[in-house]
């Protein structure tokens, strides 16, 4: 287990702030958030290549806050993948045994096995910078794991690769995690790619946590709108909120107020009475953005008339914009689409139900 406590740093003109965080043994855990967040610094403190201010770093209850990369037994992939270009790829691999003077039957079995493992067994003879984007990154990664590190730290692996590439070593990562259930710290700014690999995300930016959980609590129940926006919401709407008949009322504009069953006490405390109003950001997934032709009274659901002014094709799924106030964005599959026939300047139905409304104050 990997526990981080009260982590802090001020490096140049950035801070991390109070980093706290717990990671379970076999985890594949993924640091997601945009560039210039802080991902690389907290990777680089856990690495021990940048030394924390203030703070505890502790890896299956062995504190090492204050050891040097090499006593830390950790693997460590960065961003440019630091291949020595004057070794081949087996050579690369072998580099760490080497220094930690593994016998010669260790390093050989080893060798073979990640060989196997990461399918790069007919490169071994390579040198690494006639190797494609792909293939670097799996010597890279076996170079990592030969040394039997308790933690692996991946900064950022697949940036530079294109989408095809990517995409197959995310299934290539997936089948390696669990093969070998080596505890993973994965950093990352994509969050298609955090939902593929991570068994838990954190949201940092600005040199914060804003919110770890599992890929479906991030996904559906963003706690703040930079989280929200992140995770890709695009219904984020402003408003003022107050309880009414147990419910969180939230007034958009003159003509538009959307209930939800969520967050009630969070958001403005225990007690309030209906005369105070709040500033909120209220998040409604597209997915969950349906459209029916017909008036829709349901009590649990909220319904607008408004008109569809865009209609985007996105292969297996389609974006709809309806105006009814205010713009609101819907997914729908190809095939609930053309049964509902719908068609740009039509009159329609935005229902969506009061549980599928979040509310965060930013």
């Known amino acids: 287990m990997i526990k981080i406590s ?4 001020k490096f140049k003109d950035f801070s991390l ?6 990671i379970k043994d076999g985890e594949y855990f993924i640091l997601v958030g945009p560039s210039g967040s802080g991902k690389t610094l907290l990777i680089e403190c856990l690495a021990g290549i ?4 203030k703070g505890r770093i502790l890896i299956n209850s062995r ?3 204050n050891l040097s990369p090499d006593e830390r037994n950790i693997g460590y992939v960065p961003q440019d993948l630091a291949l020595f270009p004057f070794l081949n790829v087996e050579e690369n691999i072998t580099f760490g045994m080497k220094i930690r003077k593994y016998t010669k039957e260790e390093i050989l079995a080893k060798l073979n096995n990640l060989a196997d493992i990461l399918k790069i067994k007919n490169l071994l003879a390579r040198n690494v910078w006639t190797l494609s984007g792909g293939e670097q990154q799996r010597v890279a990664i076996a170079r990592a794991l030969s040394v039997n590190p308790a933690v692996l730290l991946l900064d950022e692996p697949l940036s530079t690769l294109d989408p095809k590439i990517k995409q197959d070593l995310w299934t290539e990562l997936k089948r390696l995690h669990k093969e070998l259930n080596v505890t993973t710290i994965h950093v990352t700014h994509d969050f298609e790619e955090a939902m593929c690999l991570g068994d838990r995300i954190a949201i940092i930016n600005s040199g914060k946590i804003l919110q770890c959980g599992n890929v479906d609590e991030i996904f559906r129940c ?15 709407l402003k408003g003022y909120v107050k309880i009414k008949d147990g419910m969180s009322k939230i007034k958009i504009n003159e003509n538009v107020e959307i209930f939800s069953t969520r967050l009630i006490s969070d958001i403005i405390g225990e007690g309030k009475d209906d005369k105070r109003d709040d500033e909120v950001y209220v998040a409604i997934r597209p997915e969950d953005v349906g459209i029916v032709k017909h008036e829709c009274r349901c009590e649990d659901k909220n319904a607008f008339k408004g008109k569809i002014v865009e209609i985007t094709d996105r292969g297996t799924l389609i974006k709809i914009k309806i105006d009814a106030g205010i713009l609101f964005t819907s997914l729908l599959t190809r095939r609930t689409y053309f049964e509902k026939e719908l068609k740009e300047g039509e ?3 935005v229902v969506f139900r009061a549980k599928d409304v979040y509310i965060f104050k930013e």
Not at 6 to 9: E, K, M, T, V
Not at 17 to 22: M, Q, R, T, Y
Not at 50 to 53: R, T
């Open 63 to 65: 504190e090492v806050t």
């Open 347 to 349: 009159y329609v139905h």
């Open 17 to 22: 702030e109070d980093i706290n965080l717990d």
């Open 50 to 53: 940048k030394k924390v201010e």
């Open 222 to 236: 963003p706690k703040s709108k930079f989280a929200a926006e992140f995770v890709g919401i695009e219904n984020l």
């Open 6 to 9: 009260d982590l802090s740093l």
